[in-house]
């Protein structure tokens, strides 16, 4: 929408975007094996320096597919999160506090450890954490719905009984499983991208694209689902169908990041409020700049969260929630006034 | 014809909100619907809207019952002024009354720029235009909301004159602004379009209206003109309360006897 200054949207969607290739730099630069900047634009060609071979295997087998994930995982989170806020009309709103997450990591574990060591995992991985997730939305959702309502004080108190479900499912699935199978569970408890690998990157990405793509196209919906209901009825929005999509592609995209790196926590709560912030919040502006936001976001804790503690490395989705809590905690406080939470 | 509804019938919750209302909305003509609380006045104008399927009757909007038309062909032929202006997230007037401009064939930047700005204009808004909405009182939501149903049906539609239905547009507006806002009701009817309003104020309707409706307990207790309608002894039956009716220079008004 063009009611505010369009400079300032090309401007932030811009600056953003080279925030989020510098931080892709910095990322790929940081590390045990060190690499130049001259060395990094070598192996785009772009420079006469060309890196040690090892150096380069090391970059394209291991440090970059576990950036790009990074990147992807970051920017569908943050998008998925600010497309809940539009649908549920609440600033609040995360895919995480509601449930959808902890949904698809318990059906993410059940079935790492039933089918621990098939070659069929990286596939079944994504498709039984997407159910789990829809699961756990449609249950929340339809527990919150009273009266044609939705009230989202609701959708988070039933969003901390589907978290707390889910934590004891995985602590009893952990009981059953062996040794291989609870260091990978271990990874669904916290989140992190150290498993990252072009396997299965190449299985996810897919997956990941479908929402990132698919989501700003129902931009102009939810800037009308923001008046309410009937009102984007009015306007000519089928709600119905706006409802389940953006809600299947949410879901999509938060239980597909759970399969491939475990819970990474207030991503999508964080990255858009602050954007909305910079940018309003119309849709048109508010998802792609939520996306970059979240891509840088990720990027950055990913490469923090595996430089801190060298050579141990901290799980990104601790970091993530180190950096989120308190932000939710102060967003609950400012809006306690407000009719938001009603 | 612009819109038939015949015989409407609501029910909710084992209780019957509306019993075989019949209105009829004829183009170039403000039609009030009026009566007291719980008469089921706002039920008939989401009935009209879509936003509520009736339990029995049919809607025919420009000769094609209601149920036949797409949501965007609907959105164009008619625009909807809700009683609740709630929006929480920090949009400025203008981009509200933007977002009535969705369902519309878009006319390039420049032209929508400026239907708007002419949006905000005619309902006294123009200064809002890049206030953050959260931030404006009620009366002063009331007109951007106004505003966005106008750029909703800013060109004329193809398939047959449009309908405006107004739910309590005067409820959170001062005296001044009151008026102003049945005027521009009265310049959309002669524009062409079907507008109803729902008022709750029997002297406006006796100023602006060309028909009227009145509802109790959600039934239809008489239509027709307004000088038909409003007659003390039915306004007695209805409100309980005492009315005398007086007119000077043509103009009439009504006064309630405290």
């Known amino acids: 929408m063009s009611g505010t200054d369009p400079r300032l949207a090309r401007y932030l969607l811009s600056c953003l975007a080279l925030a989020l290739l510098a931080s892709i730099a910095l990322a790929l630069a940081t590390g045990p094996l060190s690499i130049s900047p001259g060395e990094l634009l070598g192996m785009l060609g772009l420079s006469p320096d060309v890196p040690a071979p090892h150096i380069a295997d090391a970059m394209l087998q291991l440090r970059l597919p576990r950036v790009l994930l990074a990147a992807v995982a970051g920017a569908t989170l943050a998008m998925a999160g600010a497309a809940m806020q539009g649908l549920l009309r609440n600033p609040l709103a995360d895919p995480g506090l509601i449930g959808v997450s902890s949904g698809a990591a318990l059906a993410g574990a059940i079935t790492l450890v039933l089918f621990s060591g098939s070659i069929a995992l990286p596939l079944l991985l994504p498709l039984s954490s997407f159910a789990g997730g829809a699961l756990a939305a449609a249950l929340a959702l339809w527990l919150a719905r009273r009266e044609g309502h939705t009230r989202i004080v609701t959708v988070l108190l039933v969003g901390l009984a589907l978290n707390g479900l889910a934590g004891a499912g995985i602590g009893f699935v952990a009981q059953l499983a062996d040794d291989l199978a609870l260091r990978s569970l271990n990874f669904w408890m916290f989140g992190s991208l150290g498993k990252a690998s072009w396997r299965e990157i190449l299985a996810v990405l897919p997956l990941l694209l479908l929402p990132l793509l698919l989501l700003p196209r129902h931009a102009r919906s939810l800037d009308a689902l923001l008046l309410g209901e009937p009102e984007a009825a009015h306007l000519g929005v089928d709600t119905e169908t706006l409802k389940r999509s953006v809600l299947a592609l949410s879901v999509l995209a938060v239980a597909s990041t759970v399969a491939v790196a475990g819970i990474i926590g207030f991503v999508g709560l964080v990255v858009p409020h602050l954007m909305r912030l910079a940018s309003g919040p119309d849709h048109g502006r508010l998802l792609p700049a939520s996306a970059l936001g979240g891509a840088i976001l990720l990027v950055l804790a990913d490469t923090a969260a595996r430089s801190l503690f060298v050579p141990s490395e901290l799980p990104v989705g601790v970091l993530t929630a180190l950096l989120g809590a308190p932000f939710f905690l102060a967003l609950l406080l400012r809006y306690r006034h407000g009719s938001e939470l009603a | 014809m612009s819109y038939v509804a015949q015989e409407l019938s609501f029910r909710a919750g084992g209780r019957t909100l509306l019993d ?239």
Not at chain 2, 108 to 116: D, S, T, Y
Not at chain 2, 138 to 166: I, Y
């Open chain 2, 20 to 258: 075989r209302v019949s209105i009829t909305l004829a183009p170039g003509q403000v039609h009030a619907v009026l009566g007291p609380n719980g008469a089921g006045k706002s039920t008939l104008l989401r009935l009209l809207a879509g936003d509520l399927e009736p339990a029995s009757g049919q809607r025919v909007l420009n000769g094609r019952r209601l149920e036949h038309w797409t949501s965007v062909e609907r959105a164009r032929q008619r625009a909807v002024l809700p009683q609740q202006h709630g929006l929480s997230f920090a949009f400025t007037a203008a981009q509200v009354v933007e977002l009535g401009r969705l369902p519309c064939v878009r006319q390039g930047p420049a032209r929508e720029q400026a239907i708007i700005a002419a949006a905000l204009a005619r309902t006294d808004a123009a200064h809002l235009a890049q206030q953050p909405y959260p931030t404006l009182s009620g009366g002063e939501r009331s007109r951007v909301q106004l505003a966005r149903v106008l750029a909703q049906v800013w060109e004329p539609a193809l398939q047959g004159p449009q309908v405006l239905l107004l739910d309590e547009p005067t409820a959170s507006l001062d005296l001044a602004h009151q008026h102003q806002c049945l005027r521009l009701a009265r310049e959309c009817a002669a524009q062409g379009m079907a507008v109803m309003v729902v008022l709750h104020d029997p002297n406006l309707v006796l100023s602006y209206a060309d028909r009227v409706s009145l509802l109790c307990c959600g039934q239809l207790q008489a239509q027709g003109t307004a000088e038909e309608v409003l007659t003390p002894e039915r306004l007695r039956q209805v409100y309980g309360l005492d009315f005398s009716l007086h007119s000077q220079n043509g103009q009439r008004w009504l006064q309630v006897r405290p």
